[in-house]
């Protein structure tokens, strides 16, 4: 008699799951359960930008804000069938921060179909309750650490887990709503980020060969072309905005070649003064620290010779990703996704091994080109993961019409229940997680705010509309901390001008430029013609453009400090200053 209330309180937890898994229910249980914790994040003002200033920037093209240049329908970094619509929204409610709204909406909608997947799945008790703990942590995780990267590979793995799930295991015949709603998330995903789209469709890709083989019928065969033709009509309506918008037309060539040539671990000096003898060893140095503003020196068609000496997938990046600790931490996710993987074949207990084998080994191949590529990042190993869990969660779902000759057979959803203290225990590892994650990584960047420095930097900008201030990979200081929802109240200075990206290349830039009546597109080498012009540098990064400007000039350069800011946001150790820079009398 005394373990019938352990009983019955164990019996009332396992019903409780069990009507959470009702197909009337599992819908709205989903959304509820992807919207809190985003709500949540954002009540406690917290999801932070972390890839500054690309973010940033981001969301300045977006909202029509960079340099002033107004509604331009086009970012840098994401294709137009995200951009334009986004862009549209700007121009109607000027004052909503669309673009960081557009990434937690996007976060929302793909864990609300993870859930619901893993929640009418066939998984047992005993393995739902754990992936559901692991999806909240995920989730938690990638509002904190908010990017478009994440945002991209989670909005693709979602689609792609909606269009599955009639495709893979049924002969789905005629269009369906989750078939629209699958295609219009990858469409949302690959347009925000292309790389992040076709590395998550990468990891899903050992689901086309299991229709192929084991479930072969048009319905499903149609899906997956149109997803193909989809993205290739993103990818195409992306290429012919960039090549025929005044300002833009040499921007995407641009990026293609200076990413071949950037991306990767840095080549010794002697292999880039092979490919242009002309430059020095700061030149070098220059290019490197992400200096370069001048197409005389670092242009196009540079960047495309200097790409061809890159090794983008190759052994001699290896020592670079080794020598990085996410690198070990992307080894252990993986191995713990294997885990998963071996756990989810022995509880549906029936001949998909396969198909989870082959998802694994997609993980695995994908963590090892990020490895041979040296791009093992923290923003892009958190999603990589989530869609070998996405992945996974997919091939755990059930046949509901199984017909023809080639349909999977139909199948039951295990029922065994989920023990309590392992429901327990599933909870408090996932807060574990999120709060670590929170402690260690979101709250020192939210940290930055405060920083002296940034308040002495604006103030300086503010202060001085007549002198435009250059930043040398600085402008971090007008972006640093600066919450996701509130950087739209932040208006961007008409005399401010960051450098060391690639909006060089943007008609923004362009015009912005011929506003301060700055010729041509060599921007650092006007700093000592002008006395209106200003940088803001680390005394090291100063030293590197005074050289640059005296070995370009031909004349010596001196460098005057203006303002000590203070210590810097992200590197508290070093000062950062304003400089004026003349040539000697």
């Avoid at 990085?324 to 993987?341: D, I, N, R, S």
């Avoid at 755990?396 to 000759?405: K, L, M, Q, Y």
């Avoid at 002296?452 to 509309?465: F, G, L, M």
């Avoid at 031909?554 to 400089?579: K, M």
């Amino acid at each position: 008699m005394a373990n019938k209330p352990v009983a019955d309180s164990r019996r009332g937890t396992q019903a409780r799951l069990g009507a959470l898994r009702e197909p009337g229910r599992a819908g709205i249980v989903s959304l509820a359960a992807a919207l809190v914790p985003v709500l949540l994040i954002c009540l406690l003002a917290t999801p932070i930008y972390p890839m500054s200033p690309d973010e940033q920037v981001q969301q300045l093209y977006a909202s029509g804000r960079f340099l002033g240049a107004g509604q331009q329908l086009l970012m840098p970094y994401s294709l137009v069938t995200f951009s334009a619509p986004i862009s549209a929204l700007y121009a109607l409610l000027p004052t909503v921060p669309w673009y960081a709204l557009a990434l937690l909406g996007l976060i929302v909608a793909s864990f609300a179909v993870a859930w619901d997947k893993t929640l009418r799945s066939r998984m047992s008790g005993r393995l739902c309750v754990p992936t559901l703990a692991l999806l909240v942590a995920l989730e938690v995780i990638s509002t904190l650490y908010l990017t478009y990267t994440i945002v991209a590979f989670l909005a693709v793995g979602a689609g792609l887990m909606l269009v599955l799930g009639r495709a893979a295991f049924d002969s789905p015949g005629g269009a369906h709503a989750t078939d629209v709603a699958g295609m219009a998330l990858v469409v949302a995903g690959y347009s925000l980020r292309p790389e992040s789209g076709l590395a998550a469709i990468a990891v899903f890709a050992p689901f086309a060969v299991w229709v192929l083989v084991r479930n072969r019928n048009a319905g499903s065969i149609a899906r997956g072309v149109i997803v193909v033709a989809l993205v290739g009509v993103c990818a195409f309506a992306g290429r012919f905005a960039y090549d025929h918008t005044p300002g833009w037309e040499g921007y995407s060539a641009y990026l293609d070649a200076g990413r071949s040539a950037l991306d990767y671990p840095d080549l010794p000096t002697e292999a880039v003064q092979a490919v242009e003898p002309a430059l020095s060893d700061n030149d070098v140095d220059v290019l490197y620290n992400w200096l370069f503003a001048d197409d005389g020196v670092f242009g196009t068609e540079f960047f495309e010779r200097l790409g061809q000496r890159v090794d983008h997938l190759g052994l001699s990046n290896l020592a670079s990703s080794l020598r990085a600790k996410t690198t070990y931490l992307l080894v252990g996710l993986v191995a713990l996704v294997g885990l998963y993987a071996w756990a989810l074949v022995r509880d549906l207990g029936e001949g998909r091994s396969a198909l989870a084998a082959g998802i694994v080994l997609m993980l695995l191949a994908s963590c090892g080109v990020l490895i041979l590529r040296a791009r093992v990042r923290l923003h892009v190993v958190i999603p990589l993961v989530a869609m070998g869990v996405f992945a996974l969660v997919s091939l755990a779902g059930s046949s509901e019409r199984p017909v023809g000759r080639h349909a999977a057979p139909a199948t039951t959803r295990a029922a065994s229940p989920c023990p309590v203290p392992l429901a327990a225990a599933c909870v408090v590892l996932a807060l574990a997680v999120s709060g670590g994650f929170w402690l260690k990584v979101a709250r020192p960047l939210a940290a930055r705010s405060t920083s002296p420095a940034i308040a002495a930097a604006r103030a300086y900008v503010d202060e001085n509309p007549d002198q435009l201030v250059v930043f040398g990979r600085s402008q971090t200081l007008m972006f640093a901390g600066t919450n996701a929802l509130a950087f739209e109240a932040w208006d961007y200075p008409d005399n401010m001008l960051p450098i060391g990206g690639w909006e060089n290349h943007t008609a923004p830039w362009a015009s912005f430029l011929a506003h301060w009546g700055i010729e041509g597109n060599d921007v650092l080498q006007q700093l000592p013609e002008r006395s209106d012009m200003v940088a803001v540098l680390q005394p090291k990064k100063m030293e590197l453009i005074r050289t640059y400007l005296s070995e370009h000039s031909g004349r010596e350069v001196e460098a005057s400090v203006v303002q000590d800011l203070g210590p810097g946001a992200a590197d508290p150790s070093v000062d950062v200053y304003i400089y004026r820079f003349t040539y000697a009398s």
